[in-house]
């Protein structure tokens, strides 16, 4: 909390206890601690390590992959329900006026996700054998690891599972029903996409936005990309704001925590 240098330079740091300072106190003025430092800047981290300690341990999303390292990856759940086909049309080069492209093309339309004997093979979807294996394992397995030196296509891999997975939307990710029973025009699932770096989720969506015109949002101000400028949450929300689009539902959950927090 202090950062009197003069006192730094002596060994004396001043620290306050954010939580549970009465519990604290019990302890005891013989009591010893180690304090554990980082190069990185704390408060950037604060709140998703806060997030993470207060993580309910049968919630934690993949513990069977993540915490306790099954080996065993099962299927994602949206294939368990029934057979689903993927349209592999995307990810197939096109060739306009060569009608053994239009016919191959047609041949993978309709295509049952779970068998690969069926699937298109690596050269027509234009892939090297590693990358085949990857995709394959990207689109049947729930939880998936793509890993490799620079220039081996992992970007450009990420591209075509998203690629895929936004044109056979409908097969996944079906509407929802409103109150009224009629089809919801919002999304149910989401694609959530982190980055490292502002750098490379810009380049990410950047590669989105060549293929789809689905609504990407942009969470943060760093960006540099003058393409996704339209994408950034701040303006995207000072524009729903402008022209009154703020659905009724979020302006009640907004009052609600106002009150909520005094």
Same mark, same amino acid.
């Given at each position: 909390?202090?950062?009197?240098?003069?006192?730094?330079?002596?060994?004396?740091?001043?620290?306050?206890?954010?939580?549970?300072?009465?519990?604290?106190?019990?302890?005891?003025?013989?009591?010893?601690?180690?304090?554990?430092?980082?190069?990185?800047?704390?408060?950037?981290?604060?709140?998703?390590?806060?997030?993470?300690?207060?993580?309910?341990?049968?919630?934690?999303?993949? %513990?069977?992959?993540?915490?306790?390292?099954?080996?065993?990856?099962?299927?994602?759940?949206?294939? %368990?329900?029934?057979?689903?086909?993927?349209?592999?049309?995307?990810?197939?080069?096109?060739?306009?006026?060569?009608?053994?492209?239009?016919?191959?093309?047609?041949?993978?339309?309709?295509?049952?996700?779970?068998?690969?004997?069926?699937?298109?093979?690596?050269?027509?979807?234009?892939?090297?054998?590693?990358?085949?294996?990857?995709?394959?394992?990207?689109?049947?397995?729930?939880?998936?690891?793509?890993?490799?030196?620079?220039?081996?296509?992992?970007?450009?891999?990420?591209?075509?599972?998203?690629?895929?997975?936004?044109?056979?939307?409908?097969?996944?990710?079906?509407?929802?029903?409103?109150?009224?029973?009629?089809?919801?025009?919002?999304? %149910?699932?989401?694609?959530?996409?982190?980055?490292?770096?502002?750098?490379?989720?810009?380049?990410?969506?950047?590669?989105?936005?060549?293929?789809?015109?689905?609504?990407?949002?942009?969470?943060?101000?760093?960006? %540099?990309?003058?393409?996704?400028?339209?994408?950034?949450?701040?303006?995207?929300?000072?524009?729903?704001?402008?022209?009154?689009?703020?659905?009724?539902?979020?302006?009640?959950?907004?009052?609600?925590?106002?009150?909520?927090?005094?």
């Amino acid at each position: 909390v202090n950062r009197n240098a003069k006192d730094l330079a002596k060994g004396i740091v001043e620290v306050q206890v954010e939580e549970d300072p009465e519990e604290f106190a019990l302890l005891g003025p013989d009591i010893s601690f180690t304090m554990a430092e980082t190069t990185a800047y704390f408060e950037s981290f604060r709140h998703v390590l806060t997030a993470m300690a207060n993580i309910i341990p049968e919630d934690f999303p993949f %513990q069977r992959y993540i915490v306790r390292c099954n080996k065993t990856i099962a299927v994602p759940r949206y294939l %368990q329900r029934q057979q689903i086909k993927f349209d592999f049309r995307p990810l197939i080069p096109k060739d306009e006026g060569n009608d053994a492209n239009r016919v191959l093309r047609l041949r993978y339309r309709d295509v049952p996700v779970l068998d690969t004997d069926q699937w298109p093979s690596a050269n027509t979807l234009n892939l090297d054998d590693s990358q085949y294996q990857a995709l394959v394992h990207c689109l049947t397995k729930e939880f998936a690891l793509v890993q490799g030196p620079p220039g081996t296509g992992k970007t450009f891999l990420g591209l075509k599972v998203v690629e895929l997975l936004l044109h056979n939307w409908d097969k996944w990710n079906p509407p929802r029903v409103d109150v009224n029973g009629d089809d919801d025009d919002n999304p %149910q699932e989401p694609i959530l996409v982190v980055c490292y770096t502002n750098h490379a989720l810009d380049q990410f969506l950047e590669g989105i936005k060549k293929f789809s015109d689905k609504q990407i949002i942009r969470v943060g101000s760093r960006s %540099q990309s003058e393409v996704l400028k339209d994408c950034s949450l701040n303006n995207i929300r000072s524009d729903m704001q402008r022209n009154r689009k703020v659905p009724i539902a979020l302006h009640s959950a907004t009052r609600r925590l106002q009150g909520e927090m005094g």
